[in-house]
């Protein structure tokens, strides 16, 4: 919490990141105490970030990253692997945080990305974005006072441009970007009508923005990579336990096919897909997060052999990827012995050192590991690093909660 903006949430005082890990584990530390303090944080970043210009007010899905410490302006690229952590994020924050509108927000985010980034076979494209094809950054998410006053008849306009904050000069090249200046209860209070009569012609331009929009055109990185993957069935899985939600269970067992059909051979995974051709070796980062995505879909399908295929990926991570009490991200068996780190760090997801450790200690504690072996390394490798997690907890939030797991 010491590096907490307690004023606007978030961490740190210029550029801010979604912080995905850290905020799950403090998430997780609601479950032994109550923390007003840290629910409020909890609360003030959670509600920041969906409000204002972190996320993509018409269409759902959050942007990378914002460049001030308000967070108004982002750059504006939408990446595969935020959805799929916020969306969890979320899902997990109005469940324990007991609040319906961020389950509504992990909602609009799951359905965006099964919305715009799925392809025909329901696998997720890697991401969009930041210029489009006029290279303008943001252009194709910005707006300008002339095209709100065409597409809008004046009720809307008078909404649009209170709630959005759009009349106001050009921010940036392309016009400003959308974010709530207040709650929905406020701009009907603000413009005297009824929460009702608010709420319909929010909907209504929204609609006709959209509409619009579908007219621009924005770059697309369409490769299927492994790991982000892993990360998105992680979070379809986790959706549809929670929320019985059938839609959301067959979006997983789509990409838990292609996981496993397409990039796993038996004996390894393939980094990527794209244009139909398989693209390099995995690194341990797809290979932590495809293990996990198993481990979480199985708990959905209750099937013994996707328990079997997250230990089949989970003990070639440890094989690969782990040795001589040190983690590589490349392939450690191509690597000097001395190469390599106790622990590795995080930055907008978890460690994928921490995400296998977890993973096995998981499997374990559910009665699904058949090599005990793994087991004991995992215990080891979350033995080390003292030093390191004493000076600099923030980038070793998923180490630490690794550790309390065991405890």
Same mark, same amino acid.
């Given at each position: 919490?010491?590096?907490?903006?307690?004023?606007?949430?978030?961490?740190?005082?210029?550029? %801010?990141?979604?912080?995905?890990?850290?905020?799950?584990?403090?998430? @997780?530390?609601? #479950?032994?105490?109550?923390?007003?303090?840290?629910?409020?944080?909890?609360?003030?970043?959670?509600?920041?970030?969906?409000?204002?210009?972190?996320?993509?007010?018409?269409?759902?899905?959050?942007?990378?990253?914002?460049? #001030?410490?308000?967070?108004?302006?982002?750059?504006?690229?939408?990446?595969?692997?935020?959805?799929?952590?916020?969306?969890?994020?979320?899902?997990?924050?109005?469940?324990?945080?007991?609040?319906? /509108?961020?389950? &509504?927000?992990?909602?609009?985010?799951?359905?965006?990305?099964?919305?715009?980034?799925?392809?025909?076979?329901?696998? $997720?494209?890697?991401?969009?974005?930041?210029?489009?094809?006029?290279?303008?950054?943001?252009? /194709?998410?910005?707006?300008?006072?002339?095209? $709100?006053?065409?597409?809008?008849?004046?009720?809307?306009?008078?909404?649009?441009?209170? /709630?959005?904050?759009?009349?106001? +000069?050009?921010?940036? =090249?392309?016009?400003?970007?959308?974010?709530?200046?207040?709650?929905? +209860? =406020?701009?009907?209070?603000?413009? &005297?009508? !009824?929460?009702?009569?608010?709420?319909?012609?929010?909907?209504?331009?929204?609609? %006709?923005?959209?509409?619009?929009? =579908?007219?621009?055109?924005?770059?697309?990185?369409? %490769?299927?990579?492994?790991?982000?993957?892993? $990360?998105?069935?992680?979070?379809?899985?986790?959706?549809?336990?929670?929320?019985?939600?059938?839609?959301?269970?067959?979006?997983?067992?789509?990409?838990?096919?292609?996981?496993?059909?397409?990039?796993?051979?038996?004996?390894?995974?393939?980094r990527s897909e794209a244009a139909g051709k398989l693209l390099g070796s995995a690194s341990l980062e797809d290979?932590?997060?495809?293990?996990?995505?198993?481990?979480?879909?199985?708990?959905? !399908?209750?099937? *013994?052999?996707?328990? %079997? $295929?997250a230990e089949q990926v989970l003990a070639q991570g440890w094989g690969r990827f782990y040795r001589h009490n040190?983690?590589?991200?490349?392939?450690? !068996?191509?690597? +000097? +012995?001395?190469?390599?780190? =106790?622990?590795?760090?995080?930055?907008?997801?978890?460690?994928? !050192?921490?995400?296998?450790?977890?993973?096995?200690?998981?499997? /374990?504690?559910?009665?699904?590991? @058949?090599?005990?072996?793994?087991?004991?390394?995992?215990?080891?490798?979350? *033995?080390?690093?003292?030093?390191?997690?004493?000076?600099?907890?923030?980038?070793?939030?998923?180490?630490?909660?690794?550790?309390?797991?065991?405890?």
């Open positions: 919490m010491a590096m907490g903006d307690d004023l606007q949430g978030g961490f740190g005082q210029s550029n %801010k990141f979604p912080s995905a890990p850290q905020l799950d584990f403090l998430l @997780e530390s609601l #479950d032994d105490s109550r923390n007003p303090e840290v629910i409020d944080f909890l609360e003030l970043t959670l509600d920041a970030m969906a409000d204002y210009g972190m996320r993509d007010q018409l269409g759902d899905g959050f942007f990378r990253y914002v460049v #001030d410490p308000a967070w108004d302006i982002p750059h504006f690229e939408k990446m595969l692997y935020d959805n799929a952590n916020l969306a969890r994020l979320y899902l997990k924050a109005g469940h324990v945080l007991d609040k319906p /509108y961020y389950t &509504k927000v992990a909602r609009g985010t799951l359905d965006f990305m099964t919305r715009e980034m799925a392809n025909d076979k329901g696998v $997720l494209y890697a991401s969009f974005s930041a210029v489009d094809d006029r290279d303008v950054e943001g252009g /194709y998410y910005l707006w300008k006072t002339q095209q $709100l006053k065409r597409l809008l008849d004046a009720g809307e306009y008078a909404l649009v441009s209170t /709630y959005w904050q759009t009349e106001r +000069p050009h921010e940036l =090249e392309g016009g400003n970007h959308l974010r709530a200046a207040m709650t929905l +209860p =406020e701009l009907a209070d603000t413009l &005297k009508i !009824s929460e009702t009569t608010a709420r319909e012609r929010l909907e209504t331009a929204r609609g %006709k923005l959209i509409s619009e929009r =579908e007219n621009r055109i924005l770059p697309t990185d369409d %490769k299927l990579i492994a790991g982000w993957n892993g $990360l998105a069935l992680s979070a379809y899985s986790e959706a549809a336990l929670l929320l019985d939600d059938e839609g959301y269970r067959q979006q997983a067992e789509l990409i838990r096919n292609f996981l496993v059909n397409t990039l796993w051979n038996g004996e390894g995974l393939q290979y932590a997060y495809v293990s996990r995505a198993l481990f979480d879909y199985a708990r959905l !399908s209750e099937e *013994n052999s996707d328990y %079997k $295929l040190a983690w590589s991200y490349a392939d450690a !068996s191509l690597l +000097p +012995p001395a190469d390599g780190e =106790e622990m590795l760090s995080e930055d907008s997801s978890a460690s994928p !050192s921490a995400v296998l450790i977890a993973t096995t200690l998981a499997l /374990y504690k559910a009665g699904k590991l @058949e090599n005990d072996a793994l087991y004991s390394r995992a215990l080891s490798a979350l *033995n080390r690093g003292e030093d390191t997690l004493l000076s600099s907890p923030f980038w070793y939030a998923s180490q630490i909660a690794a550790m309390q797991e065991v405890r």
